[in-house]
């Protein structure tokens, strides 16, 4: 269902501050840095710029997915340089066999199991992002689903890439997962980290009217992933939280558009900005219980 999000440009800087400090408070930062907060902070609050908030409402998939489709594959998709290759150094490891792209959108992991030898299937619930998908991919099959309902069963591996966390259940998923896997079957599952989605990686996109859309996106906490997984009997293999090692980049002089919010906000207090960053992804392995019976 919709809802309003109040997104105040000064409430996420100082929210950036905020978990700065606290890190200084337990020692991870020394006092020259939690006092260049301090005065940051000040100076934040007296900046007229980030008195101007937006409400922002937020749209499922399927209609966020229709206006995201065309641009969807654009190389500015950060998370494509992080989740991609370790997907793929996980899914070679494992033997060739039927592979399913659950939520495959428009083919990216399709395409690279596809060249691993794969009979590949893939399901999405967007029409559009499913459209891209055959054309990129016009060897493999490409079916209209849900994650909770899959119109697949008896697979050996299947890859889920950046959607569990618009879901607001887990455990339905997971179960269907461990269903449609054949016994001994593996799952590899990428999705933006609780943390990332904390500091704000939700994907935007503009209605039909320019108004300002999220997509529906849950923050589920690392134990939730597993709890659903072990209770579909699920094995854990592996698990990865991929972090940018970078240092703090240029402090920029402009707040941006909304569009690019809050990255461009996060520019204006580089130092806090990067000592809050965290993992923005997590990568889990699972593989079905070779002994249990669906």
Known sequence: MAHKIHEHPLAYVIGLEGIALLQGFIGEHDREFIEARLAEVRDL????????????TTVDTVDGYRTWSATYDDPANAAFAIDLPIV???????????ALDA???TGRYAEFLAERGHRVIGVDSSPEM??????????SEFRHGELHDLPVEDVDLIVCGLALTHNPDLRPIFAEFARALRPGGHLVVADIH???????SIPTVRGPGNEPHRLVTYRHSMGDYLRAALAAGLTLRGCEEPKADSAPGPKADQI??????????????????????GPQLVVWHFQRDTLRTM
């Open 256 to 277: 941006g558009p909304w569009d690019v919010w809050p990255w461009s906000l996060a520019a204006l207090v580089p130092e806090a900005a990067h000592a809050a960053t």
């Open 45 to 56: 609050l007296a900046d007229e710029r980030l008195t101007r908030p937006v409400d922002v």
């Open 130 to 139: 499913l459209d891209l998908a055959r054309k990129r991919l016009p060897g």
């Open 194 to 200: 609780p943390d990332g989605i904390l500091r704000g």
């Open 103 to 105: 939520a495959c959108g």
């Open 88 to 98: 793929r150094r996980i899914v070679d490891r494992l033997p060739v066999g039927t």
